[in-house]
Structure formats: C-alpha cells, structure tokens
C-alpha cells in the first residue's frame, strides 16, 4: 500500500505540463535489471519449418498426409513424366514406425531423358554460390528391379539452369531402405529464389521401373554450424538483438487437441523417430526444430529456457478428467528431466548426454500450460495443483509458472510466476506503462510472455487490416479514449511500436517485480502467415526488420543492470520514460517513448560529480503512419548522433520516436 501511495503522489505533483519535462535523477539504485528482462518468445506459428528452422524442402517425409490423395504430394512435382504418388505402410514397408509414409516414383516405359521428382522448397530456395549444402534421401527399389543408372540431386533455377547437383549410382539390390548423402556448392547465385531440388533418373536406363523415397532432406549452412540448426540470417537478426530469455515450444500450438498435443519424445532424436503433427495453425510441423534444437539455439545466444509442459488442456476445449492425468505429469516430469535431470538417475536426462549434452541446460522456470484463463475451473479444482504438487517434489529448484488471470481463481498450491499476455492498440500500451506499478510486492513475479499492438481499433482487435489490424507493427496508432487508475483521458494520438516502448519503460520501472517480457508473434513467413503483426518478417532469402524489432533491441542492447528511480513520467501524458545504468561502464541509459507528434524538450538532473561532456543518442522516429514492409524495408531505422551531455543537459525527442541515450556518469 506504501508504494501505491508514493506513486500517486508523484504523479499529482511531478505532473510535466506541455511537451517540457524536468527529470531528476537518483544516483541510488532502487532494484537490479534481470539480465532476462527482455527475450523472444517462439512457436511454430507461420516461423517454424521453412522459417528459423532451415530445412529447405517442404513435405520432406510426407507427414500427417492422407497417403494416395493429390494434397499429399504438396511441394512435390512430377519430372518428365514420372507418375508420383504417396503410399503408407500396406503397400510398401515403412521408414520407420514415425514415418509410414513414402513417396512411390513410377519411370513410363519407352521414356528418356532426365526423370523424376521435383521440391518448390517453402515457397521458393535460396541458392547462394558460397555456401555448401548438405542433403539426404532414402531409396529402395522392389524385389526383381533391373533398374540402372544413377540418381541425381539437384538445384536449379526457375528456367531450368542447373546450378549444383550430385549423383550417386543406383543399387539394383538396394530392396530395404538405403540413405544417400550428398553435399554440393552452387556454381552461380541465381537473381531470384524461384528454385527447385529435384532427385532425377536417366529414363531410357530407368524405362518401367519403380522407385520408392522417404525423408528427403537438404540443409543451407546453419548457425554456428549445428547439425539440424537455425537459418543463417533469421539467427542472426535474433542473435543481435542480445536476448535474456527463450520462452518456447510456445503458447497455443502446445496442443489443439490431446491427442495431438506438442510431446518432447516426438520432438527429439533421429529425424526418423519424429512423427510430426498437425499444429494448432493448420499446417504441418515436422518437429524437425524439436526440443533439443531450441535448447541449443538458447544456449548458441546466451540465453536461458522458460518451457512449457501441456498440462491437460487443448485448444479445442478438451480436458484431461483428474483421474487420467497421471500419464501427462509423468510426460512433463521426463520432459523436465531431459532438460535437466541427472544421466546417471534419469532415462530422459541419459538420452540427452547421448544426444550429446550431458551438463543440464539453463532454465529460469517451467510454465504449467498456456492461457489456462479458458479453463481456469479445471485449472484451479486440480490441474495446477496435481501438476505442480507432483512436479515441484521431484524437481524442488524449479519455479513453475501459472498461466491464468492473477489469484482469478485462487490457485493452491499459491502461485508465484505468472505469465501475462497483451494484445492490444498502441494507445492501451501507451496508457498502461503504469500497469505494474500498482500490482503488490509480496514475493509474486511476472512475465509478459506476449505483447503487441496490433490494431487500431479497441472494439475490434482481431478483425481484418480494413478494420484497424496491423499487417506490420508501425508508427502510428489511432484517435482512442481509455481509462486507467486514477485518470479519465481525452482522446490523444499514439503510436505503435512507439506505444509499445512506452510500455517498456514500465517494465524497467517495475523490474522488481516483472522478471521477463517477450514481443509475440517472433517471425513471420510472408509468403504464408497466419497472424499479423509479427516482431520480423521473412520469405526464401532475405529478413525484413519490424520498427517493433529495433524497439526490443534498442531496449535490450541498453537494459542496464540497475534500475535509478528518477521523476516519474505523468501516466496521463504522453513522454514517458526510463533511467538504468550500467555499472562496469558507468554509463546513464535513458530511455525516451515520445507518443505524440510534437516534438519534446526534456531536462536531466544528474546526481554525479563527473559527468561526461557529450553522450550518444539512438533514436528511431518516422512519419505517424510509418513502418517497415518487404516493399520498404528500412523506412525506419534507428540512427546514432552525439548529444551535449553535463550534470544538467537537455535533450530534444522528436515526434513519434523512440530514444536511448547514453551518457558516462560517476
């Protein structure tokens, strides 16, 4: 009750007028910055297979499809007449148990020339002359075959330009399954990525024959060169950004249905021993980018986990009844283990040393599910507390985190993490920078495991970009009146990615309390998406960055390791602001949102005896209605200058912009 009382204080009598703002700075730290504060959440949503994960070719081993139906054969092409279909186990033996299917390549008689199969990739392939790529098939060829000649695996461009391939002769007697390997290096870089992989035969050696494949595979250079790794340039793009925290398998696509929920045994191990399945935004993931995979990617960024465990409830409404809950705990305490269990006392954590990982993974807590809120009655009446009451026995130094509305229901055993998720106008984000100020110190943390501005429109968020939702995260935002604590506001312009790093400067501001925080969605194919706005859009080759992106770096790149408690902004206003500092290099970082178009004079009170006489500023500011998009990739980009600086110094924010500035002060 004491902080709340300050805090109103403050904010009736430290009340800027206008757009000129006096803010003195305390030189005492209040509380420290957790050096997870800010992260990337992901889930396979339009940014999995053919996004972050780079495998090249879609539909690789005909997973989860109908075998002997057209759709099975998406991505894949007939070459020179071949007649492809896709068979399961009753017609020929399978891969493997988790791969039933495979694709069946029938050579006309009195044919020649070259013959066979051809992959579009997602949506095209990126074929770059400096790289090498790695790739694989499986073939057999039915008993009796007289089949000769060599297969052939290839790139080529969209007119039929041959730019890297590799063959290997046909075994007449290869009658179980055989893997082909190949490695190649374009001798080209084509203008475009509307190229195909193709696995071709001599037909006039092949004429009548049959061929069967499963699991393809071709793989780009990868980061950090792991095996079955990320692609190149979206790793990168997150690897600048200097993450946290990793918050993974991801919210909604743990499950749409029990039977098909998100399971780590299906998401580790030999890429033939993962079924696939169909994910909550209705395609296909291959789990190709399994469990492991995402802890490696943590690990490859510095980051630490929070995971996810399925906890009795899909999407689609089921729930597992109590006295069938005992199977999915003992899932999620395997999954636990694997992550950081002991070889030497747990099955899952010895699978993970001969994966080749035997120290543990670092993980910052387990969350019980995703936005049980939609269940909260079975959520509060037994699974949160069979879950955790089981789980937190075995697995004493784990914090578990809850995923429903805060003590809405009560929940027994008391929760202490709870993962909160925003979506919302730029003008709500602008208005609740407040929004943690008021929640009570006693013990309990938060993470804001999903936020966003994506539409203009309060009444209507989830509607179409005619109604007000954001394609791409932008400027600005809408003419919107809202409500807080305290406060009746008229309407007032904001911004959007500008709204957004407003809010941020609450999230430093109760840093005491709000341990990690996560824009949501992370990527975005923009060749086939199912969720705008989106943090970074992608197609085959190139990476575009959001306004939204460079507000997360901004921010994280300058987190500080200290929070200085300073005049607080007016919750009514619309300059708000942050003040950390880093202390091995002593500098001041001060954090400016200016949501309104006017331009904004601040004046800093420093609390040092030294003070250096310039400092440096990045600011990212544009238009009102301004963003990023593949036609206009950097419209808005953040830009360094110089700033006079001293004990006392004022600065100029522009409209609509977002600055850091950072001074050396001691």
């Not at 997870?36 to 780079?54: K, R, V």
């Not at 001060?590 to 005896?609: D, R, V």
Request: neutral net charge; aromatic residues 12%; charged residues 15%.
């Amino acid at each position: 009750m004491l902080w709340l009382i300050l805090v109103t204080a403050t904010l009736v009598f430290g009340r800027a007028l206008g757009q000129n703002y006096t803010v003195t700075i305390n030189g005492s730290a209040s509380h420290p910055i957790p050096s997870t504060l800010y992260g990337w959440m992901w889930e396979d949503i339009n940014s999995g297979d053919g996004g972050l994960y780079a495998e090249l070719l879609q539909n690789r081993a005909f997973q989860q499809v109908t075998p002997q139906t057209p759709g099975a054969l998406y991505a894949w092409s007939a070459v020179g007449g071949a007649s492809l279909s896709v068979v399961d186990s009753t017609v020929t033996p399978s891969l493997s148990t988790a791969l039933p299917n495979s694709l069946r390549v029938q050579i006309p008689p009195k044919t020649s020339g070259n013959i066979g199969i051809a992959n579009s990739g997602y949506f095209g392939i990126n074929v770059n002359a400096s790289w090498t790529y790695k790739g694989s098939f499986y073939y057999k060829v039915p008993v009796g075959s007289t089949v000769k000649g060599s297969l052939t695996a290839s790139l080529a461009s969209s007119s039929g330009v041959k730019l890297a391939s590799a063959s290997v002769t046909i075994r007449s007697n290869a009658t179980g399954w055989t893997q082909v390997q190949f490695s190649f290096k374009p001798k080209s870089t084509p203008s475009d990525t509307n190229n195909v992989f193709s696995v071709t035969v001599d037909g006039a050696s092949t004429a009548g024959q049959t061929i069967y494949f499963a699991l393809f595979s071709l793989f780009p250079p990868t980061y950090k060169n792991r095996p079955n790794g990320m692609r190149l340039d979206l790793a990168r793009v997150l690897a600048d950004g200097q993450p946290g925290v990793f918050r993974f398998p991801g919210g909604s696509n743990l499950g749409q249905s029990i039977a098909g929920r998100w399971n780590w045994r299906n998401a580790v191990g030999p890429l033939t021993n993962r079924p696939g399945r169909l994910g909550n935004w209705g395609y296909i993931n291959t789990d190709g980018l399994g469990l492991k995979e995402c802890l490696d990617f943590a690990e490859d960024l510095g980051m630490t986990s929070i995971m996810a465990i399925w906890d009795g409830y899909a999407a689609d409404g089921e729930t597992v009844p109590e006295n069938q809950l005992a199977q999915y705990i003992q899932e999620a305490a395997d999954q636990i283990n694997f992550v950081i269990g002991d070889p030497a006392k747990s099955e899952p954590a010895a699978l993970r040393a001969s994966l080749g990982h035997p120290k543990p993974y670092p993980i910052a807590a387990v969350e019980v599910g995703n936005e049980d809120f939609f269940a909260s009655d079975t959520y509060a009446a037994y699974r949160w507390r069979d879950f955790v009451g089981n789980l937190s026995v075995q697995f004493p130094n784990v914090q578990f985190m809850a995923t429903t509305w805060i003590d809405n229901p009560v929940l027994n055993p008391k929760a202490m993490l709870y993962d909160l998720h925003q979506y919302s106008t730029p003008t709500w984000f602008a208005q609740n920078s407040f929004q943690y100020d008021y929640y009570p110190r006693d013990g309990r943390k938060y993470f804001a495991g999903e936020y966003a501005a994506i539409s203009t429109d309060p009444n209507n968020l989830f509607g179409s970009p005619s109604q007000g939702r954001m394609l791409w995260p932008t400027i600005e935002g809408g003419f919107f009146t809202s409500f807080l604590p305290f406060r009746i506001e008229s309407q007032v312009r904001f911004i959007g990615s500008v709204g957004e790093a407003a809010y941020m400067t609450g999230l430093e501001r109760n840093a005491d309390i709000v341990f990690a925080a996560a824009y949501a969605p992370l990527l975005q194919n923009i060749a086939n998406y199912q969720w705008t706005p989106n943090l970074i859009g992608f197609d085959a080759g190139t990476v575009y960055k959001s306004t939204s992106y460079y507000v997360q770096k901004m921010f994280s790149l300058n987190k500080g390791d200290e929070y200085l408690p300073s005049t607080i902004p007016s919750q009514s206003g619309t300059v708000f602001w942050s003040v950390t500092r880093r202390t091995a290099t002593k500098e001041v970082l001060i954090k400016i949102a200016n949501t309104n178009g006017t331009p904004a004079s601040l004046t800093f009170n420093l609390p040092y005896a030294t003070v250096h006489a310039t400092g440096t500023a990045t600011v990212l500011t544009g238009a009102q209605t301004a963003g990023n998009s593949p036609s206009a990739p950097d419209s808005i980009v953040p830009t360094t200058t110089k700033f006079n600086a001293g004990k006392t110094f004022t600065y100029n924010a522009a409209g609509w912009s977002v600055d850091v500035l950072s001074v050396v002060a001691y």
